[in-house]
Structure formats: structure tokens, C-alpha cells
T-cell receptor
Framework: GQQLNQSPQSMFIQEGEDVSMNCTSS?????WLWYKQDPGEGPVLLIA?????ELTSNGRLTAQFGITRKDSFLNISASIPSDVGIYFC????????????FGKGTLLTVNP | ETGVTQSPTHLIKTRGQQVTLRCSSQ?????VSWYQQALGQGPQFIFQ???????GRGNFPPRFSGLQFPNYSSELNVNALELDDSALYLC????????????FGPGTRLLVL
């Protein structure tokens, strides 16, 4: 089945630094989504990407849908303590249902 | 407008028992998906309901079943619980216009002893 490889597995950075994380897939996706999950909560949608090559921003967050449709990255600029959490990429490959395949997550820790 | 809600928030069951988890989708959302998230992992797709019909299923045994009601709320039923069923169960709803975009509820934490 499809697998998403998300890296890095964890990051420990200083407040104010920029962060980059990415996801690669063994097969093509039609949609890429990035979520953030806080402890004990459900994932919260950050950015949705629908077209290969698309670059989308949401405040300090920027994400891109790779040209090959097999990868995506998420950048966070000028990190702040509330950016702490687990970031997941998710992809949808098409077909009649809207199943999302998730990566294993990137744990981000921001040191004030 | 309320978001996706789930009940209960936490549940403890013993092996062999049955459990029903509930989800109310966001207003205007007609598609509901259920995911299982084990500790330290990403969510795994269980199944999806669209207009009260199952619309796709992941790699889960038949003892995982579901329902969607006319108001688009949904239930996840798990029979013959096993220890490995301990996980966070997440419900996500999607708007009719952009069904790729799924909005998650806070989840139900299930512990099987």
C-alpha cells in the first residue's frame, strides 16, 4: 500500500528560527494536506494543496505541492513557542473516496 | 457554527466487549471518515461514509463497523475488542464542495484492558 515518509522525525529549535519539514510518497497524490496536532486533541488543518507546483501560505506557514506529485514540504518562519506540536502531512490519491494517508509526524519543540 | 464533536472523550473497556463511538459532523458537511491513531503514529483510515453509505474502507477487520444518519452524524462500532484496539479514534467531516479537506474532531481515547 501507499506509504508516506515524513522527515525529520523530531526537531528542537530556538524561538525565532525557521523550520522546514517534508513528506515523500512512493506513489502520486492529487491532494496534499498539512495538519498540526496538540496533545490530547485532534489534528487541525493548516494548509491544503490541490495542484502540482502549488505554493500556498497561511501566515508564517508556507507549503508546496511537489511537481512530481510525490512530495510536499512545510516551512514555518520565525517560530514561536505555540508552534510546539506534532505536524502531519496527509495525501489523497484519487478515486471515489476521500481517504487520507498520513505520515508518522514531525515533533517540533521550540525553546523560548 | 460548531465544529466536529465526538463522544465520549475517554472510555475504558475490557477485552471481548463491544464499544460504540459517536461523531457529529460540522454543519454542511455530508462526508464522515473515521481514523484510528495509535500512540506515536499518524492516523490510519478505517472507513468513510457519504450519504449514509460506506464509501471506502481501510485495512480493518469486519468487527469494525459504522453507520451514518440522515443528519450526517455517525457511529463507529467495534466488536470483540482486543488489546491492540487501544488508541485515539478520530472522526473527520468534509464539506460537500471540497471533500478532500477533512476537519477532525478531538477524538475518543479508548483503552482496552
Amino acid at each position: 500500500g501507499q506509504q508516506l515518509n515524513q522527515s525529520p522525525q523530531s526537531m528542537f529549535i530556538q524561538e525565532g528560527e525557521d523550520v522546514s519539514m517534508n513528506c515523500t510518497s512512493s506513489s502520486i497524490f492529487n491532494t496534499w494536506l498539512w495538519y498540526k496536532q496538540d496533545p490530547g486533541e485532534g489534528p487541525v488543518l493548516l494548509i491544503a494543496l490541490y495542484k502540482a507546483g502549488e505554493l500556498t501560505s497561511n501566515g508564517r506557514l508556507t507549503a508546496q505541492f511537489g511537481i512530481t506529485r510525490k512530495d510536499s514540504f512545510l516551512n514555518i518562519s520565525a517560530s514561536i513557542p505555540s508552534d510546539v506540536g506534532i505536524y502531519f502531512c496527509a495525501g489523497r490519491s484519487g478515486g471515489s473516496n476521500y481517504k487520507l494517508t498520513f505520515g508518522k509526524g514531525t515533533l517540533l519543540t521550540v525553546n523560548p | 457554527e460548531t465544529g466536529v464533536t465526538q463522544s465520549p472523550t475517554h472510555l475504558i473497556k475490557t477485552r471481548g466487549q463491544q464499544v460504540t463511538l459517536r461523531c457529529s459532523s460540522q454543519s454542511g458537511h455530508n462526508t464522515v471518515s473515521w481514523y484510528q491513531q495509535a500512540l506515536g503514529q499518524g492516523p490510519q483510515f478505517i472507513f468513510q461514509y457519504y450519504r449514509e453509505e460506506e464509501n471506502g474502507r481501510g485495512n480493518f477487520p469486519p468487527r469494525f463497523s459504522g453507520l451514518q444518519f440522515p443528519n450526517y452524524s455517525s457511529e463507529l462500532n467495534v466488536n470483540a475488542l482486543e488489546l491492540d484496539d487501544s488508541a485515539l479514534y478520530l472522526c473527520a467531516s468534509s464539506p460537500a464542495s471540497v471533500q478532500e479537506t477533512q476537519y477532525f474532531g478531538p477524538g475518543t481515547r479508548l483503552l482496552v484492558l
